[in-house]
């Protein structure tokens, strides 16, 4: 079984970021994983308990690096949706650990590339249709991004006065229980500070004012790059999106939803339209939500229940049902567009911690 | 400390006008380049920074003069090596340099439409992200590399504390970049694995083609041929990074055709790599036809 772990959700009336619910739909390719994928799901209905108290003990009791606070838990959650994994998303409170996390069986794997990593080592790949200079390319333009956008989404989040105060910081104090949610957010910021000044702030820079026009110079720079890649077309290579889909995805969306006072970047990113359909895109198709909270006058109702969800594991059985009679139905392969699962409105609940209950 | 040693320590670049013409339209008239404490100070990382303005200088086929100077990083308005000095401006970094040099005319990537300066960015990303963060590790984070060759090479011109002193000082500081970045956790067999993803990426995006962008070398392969030649010649306690280098051939016959066209016996230039002076712990690096060896003295 695969658990997903990842920091809080929106509170208040914050960001439209979704990362609160639950994904599961047949994305681009699963491949070789016919017999698996009901094995999963009907394992899940196993160590649910087990993998809780597992992960529970398993919090990781000494800080690691935390970078890649924001890209790191949309973009994985982004490809694993894609790829099928059966996902049940659980928010454990407080941790000083990494996250993004996936907890699975036995085995907890911490970043980013490394879940990928493991994603693909059990066959789950969404690149499996690129040629090797695609590949290269993939790896590439990641390289890019963390180097030229990464330091001006941290700052955007993390360091610019307003934004942090007021967004990010009750964000995510609302989701870590009581004394270290005044600990945290503060450590995250001085973190995301050291990295933009050890990795930017050499001279001639010295001041942190320079370093700041600098870094969202590069950002607008490569926010241009990505948008003449992308040209006219859904996804970065076709029609099918991949790893690199996920990763950019990871960077723009908190960017481009979450409803900021200082919205330079923001606006940037909102002149360039394909970049804003593709991220559009991404969220109707993988990140759709129940009926139920729905509503056409448009995001911000979904925003509302999204903000009251914490975790969606609502009800395991049909969910575990439907997956099954999913995977009867339909052919193994070529892979289909996703029929995501709409979720029942159990998502009333707002508690903190689902326990997971087979 | 910085003022201390500021009159010692020097590595850099020169470019120089020529005082009897006028500037105007010209603005190189030769560029003087050599490169004096190779064999007894620069270390890894520098050296193939320097290679690739280097190669990118000579691809543009400005001339070029190099001048080499023990308190060079302090110089450098930046602090990095190599920088080029040209008139009254000064400009360190292959990033910068090649938007100067472009300000005044010289351009190799010109020809190059939207999509591909895209690429062009993102696969020089992946080289200073990948190549450079992995050099920076193996020689100031690897405990037998450090030992071994990076103080003693580091604190060279130094008289006795001073040479400790700075070269543990650099080294907290680079530790600080790692872990900054997220690669202070990382072991050296993760740091090597990441080196040959790099080289397949870059492997696979050359394929049989002569230069990255076809017919035309850009700044990519001068950065890419920098760092590459740089770790297929400098041999350290142990040749595993170059070793991952080695298997990829088209990689090797890249920078084998690069250090001909542009640093041939026929080209314009040479690879001054023979050390002079002072001889404490030193490498040659020679370049031999049919493959790269490096002699130790």
């Known amino acids: 079984v695969i658990c997903w772990r990842h920091s809080g959700t929106s509170s208040g009336a914050g960001p439209r970021d979704p990362p609160g619910s639950l994904r599961v739909g047949r994305g681009a390719r699963c491949i070789g994983k016919v017999g698996s994928l009901s094995e999963a799901s009907a394992a899940l209905r196993l160590p649910l308990v087990g993998s809780g108290a597992e992960r529970r003990r398993a919090l990781p009791g000494h800080p690691r690096s935390r970078r890649r606070q924001d890209g790191g838990p949309l973009r994985a959650q982004v490809l694993g949706g894609r790829l099928g994994a059966p996902f049940r998303p659980q928010r454990v409170p407080g941790g000083s650990g990494d996250v993004p996390i996936l907890t699975s069986e036995d085995n907890i794997v911490s970043q980013p590339a490394k879940i990928l990593n493991f994603l693909r080592k059990q066959k789950y790949n969404a690149d499996y249709q690129l040629s090797a200079k695609q590949g290269a390319d993939t790896l590439a333009y990641i390289a890019l991004l963390e180097e030229k956008l990464l330091p001006a989404v941290l700052h955007t989040f993390w360091i610019e006065n307003d934004n942090y105060f007021t967004v990010t910081k009750p964000w995510f104090a609302s989701r870590i229980p009581f004394p270290l949610s005044l600990i945290l957010p503060g450590r995250m910021s001085k973190r995301a500070l050291n990295r933009i000044l050890l990795t930017k702030g050499e001279p001639p820079h010295y001041h942190l004012k320079e370093v700041e026009a600098q870094i969202y110079r590069d950002a607008k720079e490569c926010l241009n790059l990505l948008s003449n890649r992308l040209g006219t077309s859904q996804f970065f290579f076709g029609n099918t999106p991949t790893t690199l889909d996920a990763y950019v995805f990871g960077f723009v969306a908190p960017l481009y939803k979450v409803h900021f006072p200082k919205v330079q970047l923001q606006e940037h990113v909102k002149q360039l339209s394909n970049l804003c359909r593709f991220c559009d895109d991404i969220l109707s198709c993988y990140f759709r939500i129940s009926l139920a909270g729905f509503s056409p006058a448009g995001q911000d109702t979904v925003d509302a229940n999204l903000q009251k969800l914490t975790q969606l594991v609502n009800k395991e059985s049909n969910l575990i049902e439907k997956m099954d009679d999913n995977l009867r139905q339909s052919p193994q392969l070529p892979p289909r567009k996703l029929p995501t699962l709409k979720l029942t409105t159990a998502d009333e609940e707002s508690n903190s911690f689902q326990p997971l209950s087979p | ?297």
């Open chain 2, 1 to 297: 400390m910085t003022l201390m040693c500021n009159f010692l320590r020097l590595k850099l670049i020169f470019i120089k006008n020529d005082y009897f013409s006028s500037l105007e339209g010209t603005f190189l008239k030769w560029i003087s380049f050599h490169f004096l404490f190779t064999g007894e100070q620069i270390l890894l990382s520098d050296n193939a920074s320097s290679l690739a303005v280097q190669a990118f200088l000579q691809m543009c086929e400005l001339p070029i003069k190099v001048v080499c100077r023990a308190n060079a990083e302090y110089m450098s308005p930046s602090g990095k090596v190599p920088f080029i000095h040209v008139g009254n401006q000064v400009v360190s970094e292959l990033g910068p340099i090649v938007q100067f040099v472009k300000a005044k005319g010289h351009s190799l990537s010109d020809g190059l439409d939207e999509v591909q300066k895209a690429e062009m960015k993102a696969y020089m990303e992946l080289v200073n992200n990948m190549l450079l963060t992995a050099e920076l590790y193996l020689q100031w984070c690897d405990e037998a590399t450090v030992g071994e060759i990076t103080h003693s090479r580091y604190g060279f011109p130094y008289p006795w504390p001073l040479n400790h002193i700075l070269a543990y000082q650099k080294q907290w500081e680079v530790k600080r970049k790692m872990k900054a970045i997220g690669w202070g956790n990382k072991t050296l067999d993760q740091v090597l694995e990441d080196v040959d993803q790099c080289c397949q990426a870059l492997s696979q995006r050359l394929g049989t083609q002569p230069y990255f962008f076809n017919k035309q070398p850009t700044e990519l392969d001068a950065l890419v041929f920098g760092h590459l030649f740089t770790i297929l010649t400098t041999q350290l306690t142990s040749d595993e990074l170059s070793d991952k280098v080695k298997n990829y051939s088209n990689l090797l016959a890249f920078c084998r055709r690069i250090e001909q066209n542009y640093f041939g016996e026929n080209g314009k230039g040479h690879i001054p790599l023979r050390s002079q002076g002072k001889k404490e712990k030193q490498l040659i690096l020679s370049l031999d036809q049919s493959g790269y060896t490096c002699e130790k003295l």
